[in-house]
């Protein structure tokens, strides 16, 4: 295994999910461990290399934290990052320089020499025969002088000292970032020392983590009871399927059905968890409730706060029947904590991420359990199919919390929800079974994010011999990696006269279909 200890870098969870990517077990703890805890973490004898993380602080602020001393006495090897990296040095005896002009972003960087982590790794090579990394760089202070028995291992004209090596120790410090995928050569940086260097055997796969994963929610837990506020989303999904193999009938999950949700959404979620995974799911038909708070509200931000407030009511009510549980679950992933938390992740500071339900825990007084806190997006999804949760399921476009409600404009109706629902399940269908022949994936696949959104304005069309005067549904389908930013979708005119004509003929009350070709920014990708 490998040892990451955190000093509150934003990225520190990046190097555990590149650890990870070589098929290697390791552990993510905070900074300021104790040597005792440190000796007995190592005694089993797995520990085979040790991580220092960067630090939130050396960008802003001085920062005192060190690494437990121990760690440069086990004979493993350890690779400092950034501030890990200037630890290092300060600890093993060498000198480091706040107050320089800040280097952020891009640098090139030139290796040095031959250092068993940088040997034959660059993505250029100079005319003067030097091996240089593109990679990212984010620090303030330096390191000055190397530490007795280290040689220089990198370098940028603004920041001599951009590595150090001390082959006979194999201790190794990098000024730049590896982990960031902005490192062209992070990820071969990082297999080296890992593979290479710790000899770590790559033998680790998501069924590891499940068991681990499981064990850890069975101590945290005990015989208390959990719930949890299952959406129908990968996220909770994924988190409940977890849960319920760790400790069975122990949760309980509840499933607020607002009246705005996919068409079917509700028995699929049902049939899924309750009758196929045997989870406690207890199903609340709210739609009534929600739809009479939302009569005559059309600002959007009106809608949401309704919405959000009327399911945090819902949901307590719900939670107060279950008078044993003491925890509440939730699906946070490791971008949510960042979002929410900004720095200092997991270290020292606990952060509570109100992300998914905002302000249940301490109203509820509930202890939260968030087993998939350390997770990537794509984590959660192959943990989902290692599972046992349908393809299908692990592998949806996200949908809002508010759901129909912010794609239905203005006011909500329940007329317009029918309507919308059933135009959003012929596109979602089409995407599903039109196939691009040049990657041999679906549509919906080849897309990020796509729906209809209903809009209340009535145009004239004519069907038969008869003059139509109905409602306009327009089409979003974007591709995105991050959510922040989207393209639209170039999808096959042919796929969207499909679309078109079928809602058109099959969902009456809807009688022109139109296309968004706006992306984000400037428009966001809900039109609400
Ligand atoms: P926008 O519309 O801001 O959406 O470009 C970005 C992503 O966030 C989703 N979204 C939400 N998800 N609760 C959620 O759980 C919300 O209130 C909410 N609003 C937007 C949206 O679907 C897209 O994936």
Avoid at 138 to 161: N, R, W, Y
Avoid at 377 to 388: I, M, P, Y
Avoid at 507 to 512: A, D, K, L, M
Wanted: net charge negative.
């Amino acid at each position: 295994k490998i040892l990451i200890l955190d000093f509150g870098s934003q990225v520190t969870q990046l190097i555990a999910r590149r650890v990870r990517e070589a098929h290697v077990y390791c552990e993510v703890h905070p900074c300021d461990v104790t040597d005792d805890w440190v000796r007995d973490y190592a005694r089993d004898g797995h520990l085979k290399g040790v991580i220092l993380s960067g630090s939130h602080a050396s960008v802003y602020e001085e920062s005192t934290d060190r690494a437990p001393q121990v760690v440069f006495e086990l004979g493993v090897p350890v690779l400092g990052i950034c501030y890990g990296m200037q630890t290092m040095a300060t600890q093993l005896g060498g000198k480091v320089e706040g107050g320089h002009k800040r280097e952020f972003g891009y640098a090139e960087v030139r290796a040095h020499g031959h250092t068993a982590l940088l040997k034959d790794i660059a993505d250029f090579t100079t005319p003067e025969g030097h091996g240089m990394l593109k990679v990212w760089m984010s620090h303030g202070d330096k390191v000055t002088e190397l530490p007795p028995g280290f040689k220089l291992m990198a370098s940028t004209p603004s920041c001599p000292i951009a590595g150090m090596a001390d082959e006979a120790r194999r201790f190794y410090g990098v000024q730049f970032h590896p982990e960031v995928t902005h490192t062209v050569k992070g990820r071969d940086i990082l297999n080296r020392f890992v593979l290479q260097i710790c000899g770590a055997k790559p033998d680790w796969v998501m069924g590891d983590y499940i068991s681990e994963a499981v064990q850890k929610i069975r101590e945290q837990v005990g015989d208390e009871e959990v719930i949890l506020g299952l959406s129908g989303g990968v996220d909770s999904s994924v988190a409940a399927a977890l849960i319920h193999r760790a400790i069975g009938d122990q949760l309980t999950c509840v499933f607020v059905d607002h009246g705005l949700l996919r068409l079917n959404e509700g028995q699929m979620v049902m049939d899924m968890f309750a009758r196929n995974l045997g989870v406690k799911v207890v199903h609340v038909d709210a739609s009534e409730q929600f739809t009479g708070h939302l009569k005559g509200v059309a600002d959007p931000e009106a809608k949401r706060k309704i919405i959000g407030r009327e399911f945090v009511e819902v949901f307590q009510a719900e939670a107060r029947k279950l008078t044993r549980a003491k925890w509440l679950a939730q699906g946070t992933i490791y971008p949510d904590v960042i979002e929410s938390a900004g720095a200092k992740t997991g270290k020292a500071t606990t952060i509570k991420s109100h992300h998914n339900v905002g302000g249940l825990p301490e109203t509820l007084g509930l202890k939260l359990l968030e087993p998939l806190r350390e997770l990537f997006k794509d984590e959660v999804r192959e943990l989902g199919v290692a599972l046992g949760l349908p393809h299908e399921m692990v592998y949806r476009h996200p949908f809002p919390g508010p759901g129909l409600g912010v794609r239905i404009l203005g006011e909500v109706k329940r007329e317009y929800a029918d309507l919308l629902r059933r135009a959003d399940a012929i596109f979602i269908e089409e995407l599903r079974n039109t196939v691009d022949p040049a990657t041999g994936k679906s549509w919906y696949d080849l897309t990020s994010q796509a729906f209809a959104v209903f809009l209340p304005v009535k145009s004239v069309g004519v069907m038969g011999d008869g003059r139509t005067y109905d409602y306009v549904v327009a089409l979003r389908a974007v591709q995105t990696s991050d959510f922040m930013t989207a393209d639209w979708a170039e999808l096959p005119y042919s796929l969207l006269k499909k679309v078109s004509s079928r809602i058109i003929n099959e969902v009456r009350g809807i009688n022109r279909v139109t296309y968004d070709v706006s992306s984000k920014p400037p428009a966001t990708i809900e039109w609400e």
